[in-house]
Each structure stands twice: as C-alpha cells, then as structure tokens.
C-alpha cells in the first residue's frame, strides 16, 4: 500500500529538488499534493519533467504500485506514454511483475468520482515556516493554512451504494430542527449456519454527555514534511470536547493499527483530506492501547493525521452504548462471511499486517459538530473491517459545514435521528427517519 510520507512519495527523482518550496507553498501532505492541477503547477514554476512526475507518482499511488515510481519516472515518458507501453517492455525494462502490470494498465477501476460539490474550493494558504524535526510539540493547523484548488479531481477506489448515496441526498432538515445524528452499521450475515448470533448493536446516537469529557491523549501530529515521526515528550491529557471546539472533528476508533483492515480503512479515509479540508473538518485516529513500534509503523503510512490515544476505551464505550462491542476470532471471523469478505477486499490492496495488540475489540467512526452541537455520525463496526461507506460521510461532512455557514452551533428542541437498515433478504439500503425530543 502506497505511503502517506512526502519523503516516500516524491522518491529520489526530480520533484525531491521541490520540496522545500512545495512546504513554503503549502502543499506539504500528500492527499494535498495529488490534487494539484495545471494552474498550481504553474504558479510553482514546475517543470514540464516535474509535473509528468506528479502524474506518474499520483497514479501509481493509487493503484500502490509506488515500488516502481523511480524506474518510470527516469525512464523520461510521461504517464500517457507509459501506458501505452507493452507487457513486455514493462517487465524487462522496469522489472512489473504480471499482476501488477495488469493493475497499471487498468485506467478506470481506481478512477471513480467522488460525491463532493462541485463548488468546493479551499481557503488560499499563507506560506509557513517549516516545522523543526526535534520539536515535540505541534498545533492543529488553521483552514487559512490550506492551498486554494479551483478543481478538485479526487480519485477513490471505493464502490459506492447509489442507494445510499440517494437516501441521504433526499434527507432534508426541516425548519425548527437541528441535524442530531445518525447511528448506521453495515448488515450482519447468519454465521455457522445460523447457530452463532451476532453481538447486538445499539440503536441510538451516543449522547454528547458521553463524549464531551473523555480524556485523550496526542501519540502523533498531523503530518507535514520534515515532522517528528512521533511525539517525543509526553503530552499531557485533554478533554476530547477540545477537539471540536473551533471545528468538526472525525474521530475514526481504530481497532487495532496492525490490522489489515483497519489500515485499509484508514488510508482509504485519509486519501480525501482535501475534501474534509474544504469541509472544515478536522480529522483523528483514536487508538485504545499505545504500542509504539504500531504507531510507528500506523503513522504516517496509512494515517497522516493526528493520532491519539483513549486509554480508558470510552469512545469505544460509546459506540456500544456504555459498554465495549467485542466479537471473538472464531464466531467474529472465521464463521463470518462478511468479515471474511472485508478481510479479502484489504488484502487485495496489497496492505501488509501483524497480529500485535488487542484485536477484538471493535472500532467505528464519529462525526462531531462544533462546539456542543452532538454527535452528527456514528458508525459501528458490526463486522469486523466494516467501513462507514464514504458518500454518507461525506454527505454529512456536508451538512455540518452547512450549520457553520448558518450559525447553528447548539441543539435545539428537537432532533432528527437517522438509521439505515439493511434487510437482510436485500442487498438495498433502506433509511428511515424518526423526529424525538432531544435530551
């Protein structure tokens, strides 16, 4: 799997001469840098060699196929040139085995659009001053410290449901309500012939009392070229209601960071920053045991965000309603098609994994408003390896920006919580909407 480090991703070849002013420019993370388009290339003076660089270095990203981006980019062709390479000369002069030959020839399966608006733009970025490699402690940066785009061509992997993608696209917020939630989990299949039950997952949308005061603790910052790999002196605990006091915060609940699926997730996430960028969206790994080497290998590889560590497990807690969701390896896995099924999906990425750590404790992802505005999101991994399907995140993404714009930033009398079913006799996703008094 192709890595999140600007260091790994610009190799040794001609855009490594760039680095310094790309940091000056603010294009100093790689989601970031792979949506530039030919006006922000031109206002850097790239060359005509740095940016086929770009294009090849940004295409086989996201096919990770990074292990031959040197040898392409020196053989001086441009991306359109090399594909029309035959099988032969790939091999011998560029050393691509057949598999994935048969992945770089492939120019639609990693090419599919994502549903943002066309009208997204980001701030234009103020040049920083390059951050030290022995400082041990970073800030969140501000959204004037992100690079103005007037094109964002994102590319995803991701098969979205157009179900789904439908039933949020058609949910309105009524006047004198206030977006509350929505609480939503993948389809459980029978396991071992229907003699194993899943474990039950909650209904509701976990109440803001139960995450405002949970005690976190920054393992990493967010990534930027010339970052400290990791924090060298230990931070002190924070409120987690600090995380979202100035913007919407995503707080995807890793499992475990050796996991193949988990990084899978996380990497799939953290390859559309530039939306939530645009969003206003700030964006967490929370792990619930700290194991240095797994961070190390966690970040920024497959997470280029911040890290941060729940030591008490309390936004896992919150996921399961007050109390830990946890499936075991045999009934969770091995009887578990669907885990089987996710299990299949990540290895095809080619991510490699390890069994350090505590695995059977399952993870989610929440989406919080500003301020004291609730949780907007909550996704529960019922399956081991299920992801919250990205069009419903970015959906919401959406509409919490949305609220900025308007000035809700609290709740009001009412709520409106969402929960998508899956009937397990159809493959459609179903939504159905409930109107409640808020808490």
């Not at 760039?18 to 790689?30: A, C, N, S, T």
């Not at 803001?208 to 910052?221: A, H, R």
């Not at 990084?263 to 939530?276: D, G, M, N, T, V």
């Not at 991994?381 to 299920?386: C, L, S």
Request: glycine residues 8%; aromatic residues 8%; charged residues 25%.
């Amino acid at each position: 799997m192709a890595s999140f480090s600007m260091e790994d991703f610009v190799g040794t070849g001609c855009l490594q001469k760039l680095l310094p002013k790309l940091l000056d420019d603010g294009w100093d993370d790689v989601p970031t840098l792979k949506i530039m388009n030919t006006e922000d290339m031109t206002a850097i003076n790239m060359t005509q060699a740095q940016k086929d660089a770009l294009e090849i270095r940004s295409y086989l990203h996201d096919r990770a196929l990074m292990q031959y981006a040197d040898k392409l980019e020196a053989s001086g062709k441009c991306l359109a040139e090399l594909l029309n390479v035959g099988t032969t000369d790939l091999s011998d002069q560029f050393g691509m085995k057949r598999g994935h030959m048969a992945r770089f020839m492939d120019r639609t399966s990693q090419c599919e659009a994502d549903p943002v608006p066309a009208s997204f733009s980001l701030p234009s970025r103020k040049p920083m001053a390059p951050p030290s490699r022995n400082s041990s402690t970073f800030k969140t940066p501000s959204m004037s410290a992100r690079p103005k785009l007037q094109a964002m061509s994102t590319r995803s992997t991701i098969a979205y449901d157009a179900t789904i993608e439908q039933s949020m696209a058609d949910f309105k917020i009524k006047d004198g309500y206030i977006y509350k939630g929505i609480v939503a989990s993948l389809p459980d299949e029978p396991r071992g012939c229907g003699c194993i039950q899943p474990p039950p997952v909650v209904d509701d949308v976990a109440s803001y009392s139960t995450i405002e005061n949970i005690s976190v603790q920054k393992l990493t910052p967010e990534y930027k070229i010339g970052m400290e790999r990791l924090v060298k002196l230990k931070t002190p605990p924070m409120r987690a209601s600090d995380l979202w006091r100035d913007k919407p915060a995503l707080l995807l609940c890793i499992r475990r960071p050796g996991c193949i699926m988990c990084r899978a997730e996380a990497h799939k996430l953290y390859s559309k920053k530039p939306i939530f960028d645009a969003l206003g969206i700030n964006m967490f790994a929370v792990l619930h045991e700290h194991i240095e080497s797994e961070v190390r290998d966690f970040w920024p590889r497959y997470w280029g965000g911040v890290v941060l560590l729940d030591k008490n497990m309390d936004f896992f807690k919150a996921l399961g309603g007050g109390s830990l969701l946890k499936d075991k390896f045999i009934s969770g896995f091995l009887f578990n098609p669907r885990a089987r099924a996710n299990y299949k999906r990540a290895k095809a990425m080619g991510i490699e994994q390890n069994f350090k750590g505590e695995g059977e404790i399952k993870g989610g992802l929440f989406m919080v408003g500003k301020g004291r505005s609730g949780v907007a999101y909550q996704f529960i991994e019922r399956n081991f390896g299920d992801w919250a399907p990205l069009a419903e995140v970015i959906e919401v993404a959406t509409r919490l920006q949305s609220h900025l714009q308007n000035g809700d930033e609290s709740m009001g009398d009412h709520a409106i919580t969402i929960e998508r079913i899956r009937s397990k006799s159809s493959e459609n996703a179903q939504t159905h909407i409930f109107v409640c008094s808020s808490e």
